[in-house]
């Protein structure tokens, strides 16, 4: 574990020719084999099927079938469950992947009682082995593969290891030649934590819809399952909040530097959030509060207590002038607007309510400023969750809070977690995304040193029921790797900041303690380079990791 920091100034085949009958069957939904022979293997199948467990983050148990290889072919189908929505769900998903390498239609079909065992089986429900809400069983003959799970998010996670087991052509950004093979056996899995998140600062560095989009593809395939977007800071608004149109025209139109300006419309966030959900991934916005504020103090008078809105800032370092006026009534009649709007276009269950940096402030007017937002995001039907700083507000039973910084709060957050509130791992100097990965690389002005540098091994090695001395294991209820983008200036580096280093996280999060070995993390952290430069993501190609060639 990292010595502890000092809170900055600022952080953050076969074709099927579907005529006639055929095709008939296909629209109704009830064609559910290419054809009755067996399959034949595909030549050379064994040896470039990706073995079972070379998969990020490592499964819980593997059952390799020793020989026996699964080949998709042109004329396969993709069978979910009928009349299940949730099946269907991840049978697009999986569909959206592997027709564009294959150029393969892979029709999504119904399965049937009683159908034969042939091409790709999404099953909810029925028989199974699986024990978690979370967790999955992938059986790989030669004939099928047949995923089972008994809730939508195992048949997610599900999706995502089959997309590991498949050859990493599968993730080109175009047609390419297969065989699409899948080594045989079982993998029965689930998630050690519940919480597996990602945070990504827009505020700082307004990150269009479009590189959002493109970052939420990459984090599914690793099974992180919360993407909390930091929506509001000092340097800008980026959420259209109705009620309060001068939000997103004032506080909008600043950014860090005086750059990276704009905001997302309400349809543009709903596009957002329902892209993720159909990847498996639950949105938290975040509205940041008291401090971190000047955006909203730039765009309403009222909510600074001298009531003179400041100009816009685009500085590095936090706003010294950025604190909602946390005495006046108007502030909380603002944070009802704002949280009411904001609840109707996230259907999550949280919203973020902020909370970090809150020094200066006396801790009478924090618990005071977090009991009446916490209670407002309740009225709207939502759960609040925010930084470690906002505990003393929340009720403990039911509260939910991330924790970034030892020597803050620590007994607060021990206290908490002892009557019952869940916390979220977070320490800046192993999880925060946006520190260098050394002192030199990558070079200035990319990347903090604030908390440290953290290389993939730091981001691995630590463990978050042993963070905070005296804190529960029980209270842990998940990891996030924040990425704060006060030296981003575009998606690129953004990426470049994120990954390899989320895939360490997202292995801490979900598998059990017992499994994490960082030797056999960073060979099979390895095979994915190969995968991710297949669909261009900017990674970093950290030394220490065996890349092999073509990553």
């Not at 079972?52 to 490592?58: E, F, H, I, T």
């Not at 047949?146 to 999706?159: E, F, H, P, W, Y």
């Not at 056999?520 to 092999?548: K, M, T």
Request: hydrophobic share 40%; with cysteine; charged share 20%.
């Amino acid at each position: 574990m990292k010595s502890t920091v000092t809170p900055p100034g600022g952080r953050r085949g076969r074709r099927l020719k579907l005529t006639g009958l055929a095709a008939l069957m296909v629209v109704t939904g009830t064609l559910t084999t290419a054809a009755a022979a067996d399959r034949p293997a595909a030549p050379g199948a064994s040896r470039v099927a990706v073995p079972l467990d070379r998969v990020v983050p490592a499964p819980v148990s593997v059952r390799p079938d020793a020989g026996t290889v699964f080949t998709l072919g042109a004329g396969d189908a993709i069978q979910a469950s009928a009349g299940s929505a949730d099946a269907r769900a991840a049978a697009d998903l999986l569909g959206s992947v592997l027709r564009r390498p294959t150029g393969y239609e892979l029709p999504v079909t119904e399965l049937r009682p009683g159908a034969r065992a042939d091409g790709i089986r999404i099953v909810l429900g029925g028989p199974n082995e699986v024990t978690h809400p979370e967790g999955y069983q992938l059986d790989v003959t030669k004939d099928a593969v047949t995923l089972r799970a008994d809730r939508r998010a195992g048949l997610m996670n599900g999706v995502a290891t089959l997309r590991q087991l498949l050859p990493v052509r599968v993730d080109a950004r175009g047609r390419v030649d297969g065989p699409w093979t899948v080594a045989g056996g079982r993998v029965l899995d689930h998630p050690r934590y519940a919480y597996r998140g990602s945070m990504l600062d827009v505020a700082r560095t307004f990150l269009p819809e479009k590189a959002v989009k493109r970052y939420i593809d990459t984090i599914a395939r690793y099974k992180i399952n919360y993407l909390h977007l930091h929506l509001t800071d000092d340097q800008g608004w980026r959420v259209e909040i109705t009620s309060r149109p001068e939000l997103t025209r004032i506080g909008g139109s600043s950014g860090l530097a005086g750059v990276t300006k704009g905001f997302y419309t309400k349809a543009q966030y709903a596009s957002i959030v329902q892209y993720a959900w159909a990847r498996g991934i639950t949105v938290i916005p975040e509205i940041e509060g008291p401090d971190h504020a000047h955006a909203a103090l730039a765009s309403y008078a009222e909510l600074n207590c001298d009531g003179t809105a400041p100009p816009v800032y685009s500085g590095f370092l936090k706003s010294d002038d950025g604190r909602l006026c946390v005495e006046k009534p108007v502030t909380y009649t603002f944070m009802d607007q704002v949280i009411g709007e904001l609840a109707t276009m996230t259907p999550g269950p949280y919203i973020h309510i902020g909370g970090d940096e809150t020094q200066g402030r006396t801790p009478a007017q924090i618990t005071e400023y977090f009991r009446k937002v916490s209670a407002l995001v309740i009225k709207h039907g939502k759960k609040p969750i925010g930084w470690q700083e906002s505990l003393p507000g929340l009720t403990p039973k039911g509260a939910t809070a991330t924790f970034w910084i030892n020597g803050v709060n620590n007994d607060e957050v021990v206290a908490a977690g002892k009557a019952g509130a869940k916390i979220v791992m977070a320490p800046a100097t192993e999880a925060y995304l946006d520190m260098k990965y050394t002192p030199e690389k990558p070079e200035y002005p990319t990347g903090n040193t604030w908390a440290g540098s953290t290389t993939v091994q730091d981001a691995y090695s630590w463990r978050p029921e042993a963070v905070l001395k005296g804190l529960p294991a029980s209270a842990v209820t998940g990891v996030a790797a924040p990425l704060f983008t006060d030296t981003v200036f575009g998606y690129d580096t953004t990426e470049h900041l994120a990954f390899p280093r989320l895939l360490a996280i997202a292995e801490l999060g979900w598998t059990r303690e017992a499994g994490l070995n960082w030797t056999s993390f960073r060979e099979r952290l390895a095979a994915q380079g190969p995968r991710l430069r297949q669909d261009g993501v900017n990674y970093y190609r950290a030394p220490g990791v065996p890349w092999p060639y073509g990553s």
